[in-house]
Structure formats: C-alpha cells, structure tokens
C-alpha cells in the first residue's frame, strides 16, 4: 500500500518561504513513471495543481507559481519537498502530496491526507 504524508510548519509569515516535505512508504520515488505532485486547495476554491518531480528527477511547475516554487527530492529518503518562496495570506490552503502515474498532472491514484498551512501574521 502506498502512503504519503505531508509535514511542515502549520503557519507560515507573509513574504517567508513555506516548506513542506512529503514522506513516501510503500513505493519509491524512482519508480518509472511516477510524478510526485504537490496539489492545494484554499478556502471554498478547487483543487490547483502546483507542480510535480518526476521518476528521473525533472520538474514541472504550475506557470502561475514558476516564479516562487522548487520541488526537490531525496532519494535516499524516499521523500520530496516544495518550498513556495514570498508567501501572502492567498498561500493559505490544503496542501497535498500525491502520485501521479504517466504523467504530468493526470492520474493520481494515491494521496496524502492533506495539511493545513496558514499564511498570516
């Protein structure tokens, strides 16, 4: 069985980074075909998809956000992070990890349970 967790600071200060790692069990982050995704929804909006890292180590970021987010990886760990850099109270979401399958964006058959994180003073 495959399970993500997302973890991080619950509450993040305008203009500071927010960082999330995403800790993976029962599947690598190398496995060919896999997209390791980060996906938020803020308060009453729908899912945005953010950006993922591939099985190979490339990544692909939601053009709206190119500008303040990474997602890395570690393989060693099995996990990935995002880091969302200049954050406003617009930051403020659920934030999931997910898996996708044969490509960008498409197919996310597994995910975390979603974390809170706030942006405010």
């Known amino acids: 069985q495959v399970r993500l967790q997302a973890s991080g600071p619950g509450l993040v200060k305008p203009s500071q980074t927010l960082s999330l790692t995403c800790t993976v069990s029962g599947d690598s982050i190398t496995t060919i075909n896999t997209y390791w995704t980060w996906i938020r929804q803020a308060p009453g909006k729908g899912l945005e998809w953010m950006g993922a890292i591939s099985y190979g180590g490339s990544t692909s970021y939601n053009a709206s956000l190119r500008s303040r987010i990474a997602i890395a990886r570690d393989t060693t760990k099995d996990h990935f992070t995002l880091q969302l850099t200049s954050t406003t109270p617009a930051d403020t979401a659920v934030y999931y990890c997910?898996?996708?399958?044969?490509?960008?964006?498409?197919?996310?058959?597994?995910w975390g349970p979603g974390t809170q994180v706030t942006v405010s003073s």
């Open positions: 997910a898996r996708g399958r044969k490509g960008w964006n498409t197919r996310f058959d597994y």
